[in-house]
């Protein structure tokens, strides 16, 4: 395995910190994955690395120091990895390239944080098509505004994104999203308030990625992306203001 592609992988899911530094991940023969939940609990997500290395399932406690220590290699170095166990439970994982050989100590499966599961998940009325100019835009929109709060406004013929949005008189930017499938229509008009934050990461990580976002009425957003060497499922839960 590639260290850019572990690099990679971690970014999908820690998200600059709106995902969670404690998570279990599972290193099998042919591919890497990783179930979370953000922070703030708004968040779920499932990233697969396809690419593996059959060392099995690792607790990591601090990402951040993961990715650290994952600096001593380029990105080009290809990864030799083995664990140290004892008993069933890792204790370390060990990272060698032809140079450099690096050791991380691993954490006790038992005090990472078991990720919630999407209950109840509802039928989805509108769902857009993601491109990278798409989330592109969002991006630089969500920079432009310094927004920490978007609203998706949902009407029955089209899907608005308003950032920095509040109840209040405000600065704000408001953008049209194209290529919106409307599954299902409502003549009441919706609106649904989301952390900008989670979604510029999601954006920013997957920033080569194409796929869908689907919303429906009951405050669900749901991003599914995929390039040659990553899939990822992101669940967000709306934010109350």
Request: charged share 25%; proline share 3%; glycine share 6%.
């Amino acid at each position: 395995m590639e260290t850019g592609k572990l690099k990679g992988f971690i970014n999908r899911y820690y998200l600059n910190g709106c995902g969670l530094e404690q998570v279990l991940i599972d290193f099998n023969k042919d591919d890497t994955k990783v179930h979370f939940t953000g922070t703030n609990k708004t968040l779920i997500g499932y990233v697969t690395l396809n690419d593996g290395i059959d060392a099995g399932r690792v607790g990591i406690y601090q990402t951040p120091l993961f990715v650290k220590y994952l600096g001593a290699f380029d990105a080009s170095d290809e990864l030799n990895v083995e664990t140290v166990k004892r008993g069933d439970i890792i204790q370390s994982i060990e990272m060698k390239s032809e140079d450099v050989n690096v050791i991380v100590t691993a954490a006790d499966p038992e005090i990472i944080p078991v990720p919630m599961n999407l209950k109840g998940e509802r039928e989805y009325e509108f769902v857009v098509s993601l491109t990278p100019e798409l989330m592109d835009s969002f991006k630089r929109y969500k920079t432009a505004s310094d927004a920490k709060i978007i609203a998706i406004d949902l009407k029955p013929s089209k899907v608005d994104v308003i950032f920095n949005w509040s109840e209040n008189n405000s600065n704000r930017i408001k953008y049209p999203i194209k290529n919106t499938l409307i599954t299902k229509t409502s003549d009441v008009p919706t609106l649904i308030c989301f952390s900008a934050d989670i979604f510029s990461e999601i954006f920013a990580a997957n920033k080569n990625a194409t796929g869908t976002m689907s919303f429906n009425s009951g405050g669900l957003c749901k991003i599914e992306l995929n390039d040659a060497d990553y899939t990822c499922i992101y669940y967000i839960v709306k934010t109350v203001v």
